[in-house]
């Protein structure tokens, strides 16, 4: 195409073509075309949240070209999904407004992670889990790990609280030996499309929820009832008495005034069972033991009784008696 020269005027009608071309559009002018990737959340509804990974396009060219977007140049990336039903879309350029073009997206459904609540207590931590979760979660989402998180709140086992930044120093395993690797809590968890474990340290909370009740094999009376202190998760042995520090043991030196003693074997009646070990579980189901107690019988003695008559006849009568005995003479 050329553009014509001069033109002359004439007497009849005549047609004059001058080539003209849009005015440059550039990519970044207020009439320029932008193509968004959004979110939509899990009810269904469009935000202008941008999905990680996918920066604003900005198209331009000249006022009047028609610009085609096309939706094969902006699939999801790896842990999102381009919502169905959108097609291509395309735009003329104009010197005044410009397009904004959305495409929708949503984050995938992931339940790829395990949280396993790992108890500490007085410098031990203890590797077998008190509980396992598996959360739901799209990509990207953050689970907090604080007090105040909603999740935490709703998984939490009972009768335990986040182990804080003192309780995860100088710490040694089961058997006693020190672990020399940092221990830390985690502030969040982010669904990142990694299948893995994550580990949220916990520490028993106060606890009375174990009622002892000390009963007479014999009589079935309760001798002495007890609350013990301990926390969530301790264990609590209702069989060891041999030594100081065994809580039966010293409970049986409350019932000593009495001359109970702990039962077992053939001071059991039938039917009758110690309840061995119990651990503190959630502090508002009440729990109740009984741990059976006898009272030994007193060793007899041997008295001798004299009975003086008139000129001093003696008569001797010899008895065996026991402690709480009466006896008619």
């Known amino acids: 195409k050329e553009q014509p020269s001069n033109v002359k005027y004439k007497t009849d009608p005549q047609e004059v073509k001058v080539w003209v071309v849009g005015d440059e559009v550039n990519p ?32 331009g060219g000249r006022v009047g070209d028609t610009v085609k977007i096309k939706l094969s140049e902006h699939q999801a990336p790896t842990g999102y999904t381009m919502v169905p039903g959108q097609s291509d879309q ?3 350029l104009t010197p005044d407004s410009g397009k904004e073009i959305i495409f929708y997206y949503t984050a995938n459904e992931l339940n ?6 790992i108890r500490i207590k007085d410098g031990t931590l203890y590797q077998t889990p008190v509980k396992t979760d598996i959360p739901n979660g799209h990509t990207n989402e953050i689970l907090e790990i604080n007090d105040n998180s909603d999740y935490i709140k709703g998984v939490m086992p009972k009768g ?11 710490l040694k395993d089961e058997n006693g030996n020190s672990i020399n690797l940092p ?25 009375s929820s174990i009622t002892v009740n000390f009963v007479d094999v014999k009589t079935g009376q309760v001798v002495l009832s007890d609350r013990p202190q301990g926390k969530t998760g301790d264990e609590l042995d209702l069989e060891s008495c041999k030594n100081d520090g065994d809580y039966i043991y010293k409970k049986l030196q409350d019932l000593q005034v ?24 959630d502090p508002s189901v009440p729990v109740i033991k009984t741990v059976y107690v ?23 009568t010899t008895l065996q008696v026991r402690e709480g005995q009466s006896y008619s003479i």
């Open 28 to 59: 970044d002018a207020k009439n320029a075309i932008i193509v968004r990737h959004y979110l939509k959340d899990s009810n269904g509804n469009n935000t202008r949240i941008t999905v990680p990974g996918m920066n604003d396009v900005k198209k």
């Open 294 to 316: 006898y009272k030994p019988e007193a060793s007899a003695r041997t008295i001798t009784i004299k009975y003086v008559g008139a000129g001093g006849y003696t008569t001797d």
């Open 112 to 117: 790829n992670i395990k949280v396993e609540f």
């Open 258 to 281: 009495k001359n109970y003693k702990y039962a077992s074997g053939n001071e059991l009646k039938e039917g009758q069972k110690q309840p061995g070990k119990v651990t503190y579980g």
């Open 160 to 170: 335990y609280h986040l182990a804080k930044e003192n309780d995860l120093t100088n």
């Open 90 to 92: 395309e735009w003329t």
């Open 183 to 207: 221990v830390t809590q985690p502030s969040n968890i982010t669904f990142d499309g990694v299948e893995r474990t994550e580990k949220i340290y916990i520490v028993g909370d106060a606890n």
